[in-house]
């Protein structure tokens, strides 16, 4: 399936690409603070239209 050295390659590519998210998520938290204040009403506008055309769709079949 895989050589040791694809497993090796792998195990080491996730967790530095794991690291560096997390390192970059991190740093930018202040900002996100800043600029994204309310952005969960927008996630909860868009879950609640897409449940009302669910909602329609399934009504209307």
């Given at each position: 399936m895989f050589?040791?050295?694809?497993?090796?390659?792998?195990?080491?590519?996730?967790?530095?690409?794991?690291l560096i998210i997390g390192y970059s998520y991190i740093k930018d938290s202040r900002l996100h603070n800043v600029y994204y204040k309310n952005s969960y009403v927008i996630l909860i506008v868009f879950i609640v239209f897409i449940s009302i055309i669910a909602t329609y769709s399934n009504l209307f079949r």
């Open positions: 050589t040791k050295g694809q497993l090796i390659f792998a195990i080491i590519f996730i967790i530095l690409f794991s």
